[in-house]
């Protein structure tokens, strides 16, 4: 990707991911409308409203791009002659859950695919004002400074990562991971917003995470963040990673081996 034009799509990228940040924080904290897509799965009308700002806006400059989104799905340009193989990953709100329940911890993610390959990440937290953002090839950033993933060694002193899937009740594998990861390492933490976590990842305050039951939006960006923060990226048993098949194990690098050692017990 040239120069010029990779750093354009990171900026749009990254103001876009500001402004639709900037509506779920004014929103955030109000009486909302909530539906259910599941049992345990959200939506409330905050989603929906940054997903609208973000696809009109990439509608607007990008009209050759196609899109990937959580609450409307697939959507293909108008002009499909002119389609360029250019794909936006996007959740608008992850964290839902928590965000619902006034819990201060969830982002917007925007991700964006060219021919398959990942090529722009970003991660903003607004209520933090922290936004992550990774191009590949140039490596990984939090507001504008370079960021790499921690130095630590051994799952004994690592502060490792997941979270629940939806349909978590009928996973009894999860269960055992979990119960041999917090037997392992020095801590497990579940926030409940996989995209965050895994930015976390890049920048060094969890050493790895590991979740099953994911979808493409909830890991496009922000595996792109760990790559280019210099850790790793897989399905558990170390094969490469598919945004469509899920789960995914991420760490510093330094730790796969012997988290991929406990997911194999």
């Not at 799905?73 to 360029?84: L, N, R, V, W």
């Not at 493409?216 to 922000?222: E, L, S, T």
Request: hydrophobic letters at 40%; a negative charge.
């Amino acid at each position: 990707m040239a120069e010029t034009k990779g750093i354009r799509l990171l900026n749009f990228a990254i103001q876009t991911a500001r402004d639709a940040g900037r509506l779920l924080a004014e929103r955030f904290g109000r009486v909302l409308q909530i539906t259910n897509k599941s049992e345990l799965d959200l939506v409330t009308e905050s989603d929906l409203a940054s997903e609208r700002l973000i696809i009109e806006r990439i509608k607007t400059y990008h009209p050759r791009h196609s899109i990937l989104a959580e609450e409307s799905g697939a959507s293909e340009p108008a002009d499909h002659e002119g389609q360029d193989e250019w794909r936006w990953i996007i959740d608008p709100l992850d964290g839902t859950t928590n965000y619902a329940h006034g819990y201060p911890c969830f982002c917007v993610s925007i991700g964006l695919e060219h021919k398959g390959r990942m090529e722009i990440g970003v991660v903003y937290d607004p209520m933090r004002d922290e936004l992550f953002s990774a191009e590949c090839g140039e490596g990984a950033s939090l507001n504008g400074r370079r960021i790499q993933v921690s130095p630590v060694d051994t799952l004994a002193g690592a502060l490792l990562c997941t979270g629940f899937p939806y349909d978590v009740r009928e996973r009894s594998e999860f269960a055992r991971h979990f119960a041999n990861f917090i037997m392992n390492a020095q801590g497990v933490r579940r926030d409940g917003a996989a995209a965050l976590d895994l930015a976390y990842v890049a920048c060094g305050r969890f050493d790895g995470f590991w979740e099953e039951g994911l979808k493409p939006w909830d890991v496009a960006a922000g595996s792109l963040l760990v790559e280019e923060a210099g850790g790793r990226v897989s399905k558990y048993d170390g094969g490469s990673l598919s945004l469509f098949t899920p789960p995914i194990l991420a760490s510093n690098g330094l730790l796969h081996e012997q988290m991929m050692q406990v997911l194999s017990i």
